[in-house]
């Protein structure tokens, strides 16, 4: 059925408006934008209007205010599209495995971009991550989970691509908690011996080992999330309580 079309908010309008201008270069990085006497006069609106839709940007850091100078368009990075593309909101529990296999294939194309450019120095500091994930007490997860999200994050850090970092960051925060309760439900020891055998592989330059045991660690993952999934919520509470 064709249903009526809801009647747009002003400061939307004007929202879209003028981030099309900074996307498309209109608003350069650097540029000072029009004063809000300015672009309330061009957009035949209020000057209250025009501040809501500027404070959105400035909110987020596309827009930076001075006093007595103006206001100008800060740099846009891959941060600011990933922010839109992948906007941190509550997940269906289908949607956390969606995540899950977006992490999976991040990680492995990191494994894959490490061992053929990492130096040794720098291969060492992944290292060091898996030595705080060893020697970390047997039943602290929190702790132990702090290191492990180190380890991955380091991966991904080292590509250098800010596009695999974002999306990294982002979906590291929507799947937190789940994570967290895997690894308390399992335990992390076959987790450790997978990080340690992929961490010689990388060390031995050996890619495809490497990669290979990437893609395990993160099938196990899935099964285990699947697990959890398929469990009822007094199922869950019950495992939940043993651990606090």
């Given at each position: 059925m064709i249903k009526p079309i809801e009647k747009q908010n002003i400061v939307d309008t004007i929202y879209h408006t003028m981030l099309d201008m900074i996307i498309t270069g209109t608003w350069k990085q650097g540029t000072k934008i029009p004063s809000e006497n300015e672009l309330s006069e061009a957009?035949?609106?209020?000057?209250?209007?025009?501040?809501?839709?500027?404070?959105r940007f400035s909110a987020v850091g596309i827009l930076r205010s001075h006093q007595g100078k103006g206001t100008y368009v800060q740099k846009i990075d891959t941060s600011f599209y990933m922010n839109s593309i992948i906007p941190v909101v509550f997940l269906g529990e289908d949607d956390g495995i969606s995540v899950l296999e977006f992490m999976k294939a991040i990680q492995v194309e990191s494994v894959r971009l490490i061992c053929q450019r990492a130096s040794d120095k720098e291969i060492e500091v992944l290292?060091?991550?898996?030595?705080?994930?060893?020697?970390t007490?047997?039943?602290?997860?929190?702790?132990?989970?702090n290191?492990?999200?180190?380890?991955?994050?380091?991966?991904?850090?080292?590509?250098?691509?800010?596009?695999?970092?974002?999306?990294?960051?982002?979906?590291?925060?929507?799947?937190?908690?789940?994570?967290?309760?895997?690894?308390?439900?399992?335990?992390?020891?076959?987790?450790?011996?997978?990080?340690?055998?992929?961490?010689?592989?990388?060390?031995?330059?050996?890619?495809?080992?490497?990669v290979n045991i990437m893609v395990e660690h993160y099938d196990m993952l899935l099964e285990r999330m699947r697990e959890w999934n398929a469990m009822d919520e007094s199922e869950r509470s019950r495992i939940k309580r043993r651990f606090k």
């Open positions: 957009f035949a609106v209020s000057r209250d209007t025009v501040r809501q839709a500027i404070n290292g060091n991550y898996l030595e705080l994930m060893r020697s007490d047997s039943q602290d997860y929190e702790t132990y989970f290191h492990d999200v180190g380890y991955h994050r380091y991966l991904v850090q080292f590509t250098g691509n800010h596009l695999f970092e974002k999306a990294v960051d982002i979906a590291e925060q929507l799947l937190q908690v789940c994570l967290k309760e895997i690894v308390i439900f399992h335990g992390n020891e076959k987790s450790i011996q997978q990080h340690e055998e992929c961490f010689k592989a990388i060390k031995e330059r050996k890619v495809d080992k490497a």
